[in-house]
């Protein structure tokens, strides 16, 4: 005896509705995130500006205004940019940041935000040259961790030294100096392996391969 089974029009048209709509979020929601963080990091960069510019040039539309406060505040970063190479520059930078680092509340604001941009730096990642899996906390767990250097042991074994970042905050975490046989290189690359602390674990690649551990070439994955 069989037992015949009728979808009902409804509820078939309901899960494709559904379907379709998580569908749409799912591409929507990127897109919109972005063009919020472009929109808030672009209203910033001109909200000092466009006040200050605005009596001396006249009734412009307020397309135009915002256009050449963003040229303005583009021409200000480069200034900037220009003044930190140079030794009188840097040791102005540096006293205004001592004095930033004396304010109760802009103390906490500023060097949490510090660490992160230098987090993302290229000079930081560079320090970093390669990621790798070691056991940490405990022995049958796994951590990411980031090599920053070798060490040589009072009985000439060569050590490695690996940074192990905190999640969702990389600028702290642990050192520890591990034997090589202990370390797995892994053929992820910096960005991709910082990606991974700051999000969780959420922006991670796929699939990795366990590489040889690299002396003076790229690593090559093991067969």
Same mark, same amino acid.
């Given at each position: 005896?069989?037992? +015949?089974?009728t979808?009902?029009?409804?509820?078939?048209f309901?899960?494709?509705?559904?379907?379709?709509?998580?569908?749409g979020?799912?591409?929507?929601?990127?897109?919109?995130?972005?063009?919020?963080?472009?929109?808030?990091?672009?209203?910033?960069?001109t909200?000092?500006?466009?006040?200050?510019?605005?009596?001396?040039?006249?009734?412009?539309?307020?397309?135009?205004? *915002?256009?050449?406060?963003?040229?303005?505040?583009?021409v200000?970063?480069?200034?900037?940019?220009?003044?930190?190479?140079?030794?009188?520059?840097?040791r102005?930078?540096?006293?205004?940041?001592?004095l930033l680092?004396?304010?109760?509340?802009?103390?906490s604001?500023?060097?949490?935000s510090?660490?992160?941009? %230098?987090?993302?730096?290229?000079?930081?990642?560079?320090?970093?040259?390669?990621?790798?899996?070691?056991e940490f906390?405990?022995?049958?767990?796994?951590?990411?961790?980031?090599?920053?250097?070798?060490?040589?042991?009072?009985?000439?074994?060569?050590?490695?030294?690996?940074?192990?970042?905190?999640?969702?905050?990389?600028?702290?975490?642990f050192?520890?100096?591990?034997? +090589?046989?202990?370390?797995?290189? *892994? %053929?992820?690359?910096?960005? %991709?392996?910082?990606?991974?602390?700051?999000s969780?674990?959420m922006?991670?690649?796929?699939?990795?391969?366990?590489?040889?551990?690299?002396?003076? *070439?790229?690593?090559t994955?093991?067969?």
């Open positions: 005896m069989t037992v +015949e089974t979808k009902q029009p409804g509820s078939a309901c899960k494709h509705l559904r379907t379709r709509l998580v569908s979020l799912l591409v929507l929601i990127p897109l919109a995130v972005t063009l919020f963080v472009l929109n808030l990091f672009f209203t910033s960069l909200a000092f500006v466009r006040p200050v510019m605005r009596p001396w040039v006249g009734e412009l539309p307020e397309y135009v205004l *915002t256009l050449i406060a963003f040229l303005v505040t583009a200000l970063i480069y200034l900037v940019g220009l003044i930190t190479n140079h030794i009188i520059g840097r102005i930078i540096h006293w205004g940041e001592s680092m004396k304010l109760p509340i802009i103390k604001v500023y060097s949490a510090k660490q992160v941009v %230098d987090t993302f730096s290229s000079s930081t990642k560079a320090a970093f040259s390669a990621v790798v899996l070691v906390p405990r022995r049958g767990s796994q951590a990411v961790g980031f090599i920053t250097g070798t060490i040589q042991s009072p009985q000439g074994e060569q050590l490695y030294r690996v940074f192990i970042a905190t999640t969702p905050n990389p600028t702290s975490g050192l520890i100096i591990l034997p +090589e046989k202990e370390v797995q290189f *892994t %053929d992820i690359s910096v960005e %991709d392996g910082v990606k991974m602390i700051v969780g674990g922006l991670a690649p796929q699939s990795y391969q366990i590489c040889a551990a690299p002396s003076q *070439t790229p690593c994955a093991l067969p």
